[in-house]
């Protein structure tokens, strides 16, 4: 089944731990990138990647990190988490050469205390 | 970059009734508008696209329409049901070039009544 897949579904943890939230697809796809989503802003970017060792800022990158070493693994890093990073992260994946739409993962729910 | 903004942020409407969800963007280089909808606890999922060489796109009660010059675009709902009820995501993007991320409106909480 075609998909995309994160773990952990829900994190709480302390603030300054780091953590990494770990993404991986089964489409082959190219395109990789991090959205988080917070009650009336909608879905924000945080980085994407378009092929492997390819990353680039998205609009909310701040306090982020991510890296790309193969081409169906995009973890998302945050080396020292903050209480305003609480949210909702989906990953989500694209074919650069396909019509489609993004297919996103399922989401985890991030709370930092 | 593209701004999009979303209208109304609530509907509700009754079970049987049209639903109409309006977004607009910024960026008249946009080429792609999909809408999502997203149900309590779960992932956003692609209900339907348009592209910018097409005015309007219809899959069975659900249809979406654009308006280039005005930079606007809806999507319609027919004879909602109760399972309709959701999270409404619209967003735009340019397909094809540059950083190709999907700007996403704010969302619109549709609530079905049976």
């Known amino acids: 089944e075609a998909q995309v897949t994160q773990n952990p579904r829900y994190l709480i943890t302390v603030t300054g731990k780091k953590l990494t939230v770990t993404c991986s697809q089964n489409m082959n796809h190219e395109y990789m990138s991090w959205y988080r989503q917070d009650p009336g802003l909608g879905l924000r970017q945080i980085y994407y990647?378009?092929?492997?060792?390819?990353?680039d800022k998205g609009d909310v990158p701040e306090g982020y990190k991510v890296s790309r070493k193969e081409k169906r693994n995009f973890p998302l890093i945050l080396e020292s988490p903050s209480p305003n990073q609480t949210s909702l992260y989906f990953c989500?994946?694209?074919?650069?050469?396909?019509?489609?739409?993004?297919?996103f993962g399922s989401g985890t729910r991030l709370t930092v205390v | 970059g593209e701004n999009v903004e979303q209208h109304p942020s609530t509907l509700s409407v009754q079970e049987g009734d049209s639903a109409v969800i309006k977004c607009t963007y910024s960026?008249?280089?946009?080429?792609?508008f999909p809408w999502y909808k997203q149900e309590l606890g779960k992932r956003p999922q692609l209900i339907i696209d348009?592209?910018?060489?097409?005015g309007e796109k219809k899959d069975q009660r659900i249809a979406v329409t654009l308006n280039k010059t005005a930079k606007h675009f809806s999507l319609h709902i027919t004879e909602t049901q109760p399972e309709d009820s959701a999270v409404y995501f619209c967003a735009a993007s340019k397909e094809n070039t540059g950083r190709r991320a999907l700007t996403f409106g704010s969302g619109t909480r549709l609530q079905v009544q049976p």
């Open positions: 960026d008249s280089a946009s080429n792609y």
């Open positions: 990647s378009m092929n492997v060792e390819v990353t």
């Open positions: 348009i592209r910018s060489n097409v």
């Open positions: 989500a994946s694209h074919s650069l050469s396909g019509t489609g739409g993004y297919t």
